[in-house]
């Protein structure tokens, strides 16, 4: 049976490696291990082998949880756990084992360490990485965003409805919002390219966290760039805004990523950091000669207000037309889709409206994320925003002199820009075929996970701080007797966990008051005499405890119906109390005339 | 299970003793470093992936093995072990010492070996008084005392080893090792080889020693039958250590002639130094021949 413990959490461990990340370092020692196990597990014979995979396989465990978070993960992660301790305990565990013992007795140190653990792991003060190791590609994005974007070389737009995020707020959920995540300063006649970001990473600062205002949890991607709305200050050590307005995970790419963020009272310093020479970046002139000729119109204008508001204006006049599927444009260019075809999707409006803004001498960007999302409200928690691959978005953002950088859709003047085609406009595509129980489950699944997040995920060196502060207050240097008050304590709790032996039968409820007697049965002696003989002892308790043992005769030897058993029963409880009272009565009077 | 000897340990020799923290002693086993050694890679691996999973499983099992410690040393504090009053054995060969163990609350596996005897393991122990043999291998005859006790356990987890040191105070008396070879014996008045003169025969009882058995007959495949002696005083041996041979190599000799003649159910006698016992047969008369010889 312990072999077939250890290979049932073998085959648990291999289970969990198959959803690992390979291009993460981590991947391979965990692999490793769980093969190394499976292997000396093969060739166990000696407890001391047993006792090696035991570990072996609780220790891969440990490096699953750091590469796999997610709630459903750590769910078969604490199974495993538990599978793996009770085959440790078995080796120890002699004579006949039974399944029953050994999980009660698994569960029961667990729950004994686990004080203990709880509060090493909440009060302990972390520390950050002691160094970084980035060792994932950020090149591949498997998100439904490129840090290329080249919506001229698409000729049809699938939609994957994948899910991409999902967020909770503290207060109100925001009306279609924009969530940027990549920002695109580099063009070259048709694309649009990221600049190399700074790959330095940042000085640490643990930030005082007043009120986390939303709670992001992110699908498996390997860009480092994460959606925000771009007003909110992160609220963990490990994000960082850069210069051009992407907030940056400075954290290895994991499988599931969770992003705190506050709100900001105030403007972000990007959002007023000022425009270098990339984002005046075109192509050599003549190579767009129709956008450059109408662009070369608006330059005349004095205010790059006024430049802007001739933009809208020539877009909101021209017939332009929202398709997913607008055809390969390469041929024809920017100019051949802002002058003929006139038919594109979000990529091609930013695209053509931000190359318009750079030759008519504003600088202009493009940013690639998501918009909108849906509200979802899960059984028995609080509302969140659901974001899927299809609210994949690109809009622009142009630098006014005065005021910053200020985000502008193109999008939205297609069609005429009336608010009835909008959805159309922005091909929100909610009325398809949907299997609507699986949808309901993965909402309800989501909630959960979000609350997971929420709680579990977001409990890191920033929030402890925060936390210890709120609870220390103004010394912060108790914390080193906390931690071995706390210690103490809870190791007390887990060794009388260990010694809890079950509740006492009835029986052995009466031996401990007949002990109080000084009447502790003898080898071979029947329950019954021994009620006898305590009687005879103890005159003045001889009623109750004749009762007593004639009802323990008559449950134990006489044949008797069910119902007859039944009363014979609570004659029995009713003996028993009476017992008991008169013990208490017996030692409070004997009290008394002392 | 590898046990652990301390250069420096505090002897305690007695009849019975109730193991405590004066002569409990405990360590963690080379499993238990690995474990300690594991639980620091969970929290490197914790502390750079910012992982909080890892991180508890990591002060998880540093909280296991903080309780295993005191498990472990509850699993042998406590105990009570009392001497029994050993059984006669000879030398040279495993020996079996007896030891009561008591206890108030079950205890999970306990290993027991007196040094240089196999090792006895017990997978769990019940409340009240149990009963065990433990071997050992003296190397010498007289009333001796058995090597140390050495108890050890390292339930539940393997994490530590707890274990004790004892040297049982009741002696056990250790008769020389039995040796095929010469020794003195005055010649008896008529030499004959005794199990073939026998007279007649009668129905075998169940209790009579199975030398008497005639085994031919049974063989010819009539009912077992025992062998009737008509006179058997006339066969006496009266040993005496060999002459020109070390007193103790002579004494050996004699227990194995002494076990052989007793085994045929010869009358002998012994003849040692200071100590004169006379012809006769019988258990007790074997164990006094050999009880004087172990203390001779």
């Not at chain 2, 652990?4 to 109730?18: T, W």
Request: charged residues 20%.
């Amino acid at each position: 049976m312990k072999r077939a413990l250890a290979w049932f959490t073998g085959c648990l461990l291999v289970l969990q490696c198959s959803g690992l990340d390979l291009a993460w370092l981590l991947s391979w020692p965990t692999l490793g291990l769980v093969l190394v196990s499976s292997l000396k597990l093969l060739e166990a014979r000696q407890p001391a082998d047993h006792r090696l995979v035991a570990l072996l396989q609780l220790l891969a465990v440990g490096l699953l949880a750091a590469q796999m978070p997610g709630l459903l993960a750590s769910l078969l992660q604490l199974f495993t756990a538990l599978f793996a301790l009770a085959a440790l305990l078995a080796q120890e565990l002699g004579g006949a084992l039974r399944w029953r013992r050994l999980l009660l007795r698994s569960g029961q140190l667990i729950a004994a360490a686990l004080p203990l653990a709880a509060v090493l792991f909440l009060f302990l003060p972390r520390i950050g990485p002691l160094w970084i190791t980035d060792v994932g590609s950020g090149q591949v994005a498997t998100t439904g965003l490129s840090p290329e974007l080249d919506p001229l070389g698409i000729a049809e737009l699938v939609r994957r409805d994948a899910p991409a995020a999902r967020v909770r707020f503290s207060g109100a959920l925001p009306v279609e919002p924009y969530w940027r995540v990549l920002v695109h300063d580099r063009f070259d006649g048709r694309r649009w390219l990221r600049s190399a970001v700074a790959q330095s990473r940042p000085p640490f600062t643990p930030a005082v966290v007043s009120a986390t205002t939303q709670w992001w949890s992110l699908e498996p991607a390997r860009s480092r760039s994460v959606p925000w709305d771009g007003a909110s200050l992160p609220a963990s050590a490990d994000l960082q805004i850069q210069p051009d307005g992407e907030l940056m995970l400075w954290q290895p790419p994991s499988q599931l990523r969770t992003v705190r963020l506050q709100l900001s009272s105030e403007p972000l310093p990007w959002q007023q950091q000022p425009p270098t020479a990339r984002d005046m970046q075109f192509p050599p002139r003549g190579q767009l000669s129709r956008l450059e000729a109408l662009a070369a119109r608006w330059a005349a204008l004095p205010r790059d207000v006024d430049r802007l508001a001739a933009a809208e204006a020539w877009f909101r006049s021209q017939p332009f037309r929202y398709s997913l599927a607008p055809g390969d444009l390469r041929e024809a260019g920017l100019d051949g889709f802002l002058f003929d075809q006139q038919v594109g999707f979000c990529g091609h409006y930013a695209s053509g409206f931000t190359a318009l803004m750079r030759a008519a001498g504003v600088p202009a960007r493009v940013v690639s994320g998501y918009q909108g999302g849906r509200s979802v409200q899960p059984l028995g928690g609080s509302p969140y925003l659901e974001i899927r691959q299809s609210d994949a978005h690109a809009w622009s953002e142009i630098w006014l002199a005065g005021e910053g950088w200020r985000q502008v859709d193109p999008t939205t003047w297609v069609g005429g820009g009336s608010v009835a085609s909008r959805e159309a406009v922005l091909g929100r595509n909610l009325g398809g075929p949907r299997r609507g129980w699986w949808r309901w489950l993965q909402w309800q699944w989501w909630g959960l996970d979000l609350a997971w997040t929420r709680w579990w995920l977001s409990f890191d060196q920033t929030a402890q701080t925060a936390w210890l502060n709120q609870l220390l207050g103004s010394n912060p240097n108790w914390i080193g007797w906390l931690v071995l008050a706390g210690g103490a304590l809870a190791f007390a709790l887990g060794l009388r966990v260990t010694r809890w032996r079950g509740v006492a039968t009835p029986i052995q409820r009466t031996l401990r008051l007949l002990e109080t007697l000084d009447v502790t049965p003898q080898p071979g002696e029947s329950f019954a005499a021994l009620c006898h003989r305590a009687a005879a002892s103890h005159s003045e308790l001889s009623v109750p405890l004749l009762a007593v043992a004639e009802a323990h005769q008559q449950l134990a030897h006489a044949p008797l119906s069910r119902r007859e058993r039944q009363l014979q029963q609570r004659l029995w409880q009713q003996a028993l109390r009476h017992l008991a009272r008169s013990v208490s009565d017996f030692w409070s009077g004997r009290a008394a005339r002392r | 299970m590898h046990s652990v000897e301390p250069p420096l340990l505090r002897r305690s020799r007695s009849a019975q003793l109730r193991l405590g923290l004066r002569n409990v002693y405990i360590v963690p086993t080379r499993f238990g470093l690995l474990w300690l050694a594991g639980v620091a890679l969970l929290q490197l691996v914790a502390i750079q992936t910012r992982s909080n999973g890892t991180l508890l499983l990591g002060c998880l099992l540093l909280g296991l093995m903080l309780l295993a410690m005191h498990l472990t040393h509850d699993n042998l504090n406590g105990l009570h072990l009392v001497c029994d009053q050993p059984a006669p054995g000879f030398a040279s060969q495993s020996v079996p010492y007896p030891l009561r163990l008591r206890s108030r609350v079950a205890r999970q596996r306990l290993r027991l070996q007196l040094k240089g005897g196999e090792s006895l393991v017990l997978e769990s122990l019940e409340v009240g008084e149990t009963s065990i043999n433990l071997s050992w291998c003296p190397q010498r005859r007289g009333l001796q005392r058995p090597a140390p006790l050495h108890i050890e356990t390292i339930a539940p987890l393997g994490l530590f080893v707890c274990w004790s040191r004892w040297e049982p105070s009741c002696e056990q008396l250790i008769i020389p090792a039995r040796r095929p070879g010469p020794v003195a014996d005055r010649q008896p008045r008529c030499f004959q080889d005794g199990m073939e003169d026998w007279q007649d025969l009668k129905p075998y009882r169940a209790g009579e020693r199975l030398a008497l058995v005639d085994w031919s007959s049974l063989a010819k495949g009539r009912p077992l039958q025992s062998k009737q002696f008509s006179d058997p005083e006339q066969h006496q041996y009266q040993l005496r250590p060999a002459p020109g041979l070390a007193f103790e190599t002579a004494l050996e000799h004699l227990a194995d002639r002494i076990w052989r003649l007793h085994q045929r159910g010869e009358i002998y006698g012994l003849e040692l130094p200071g100590r004169c016992l006379p012809p006769q047969r019988g258990l007790r008369h074997r164990d006094a021949c050999l009880e004087a010889l172990a203390l001779a």
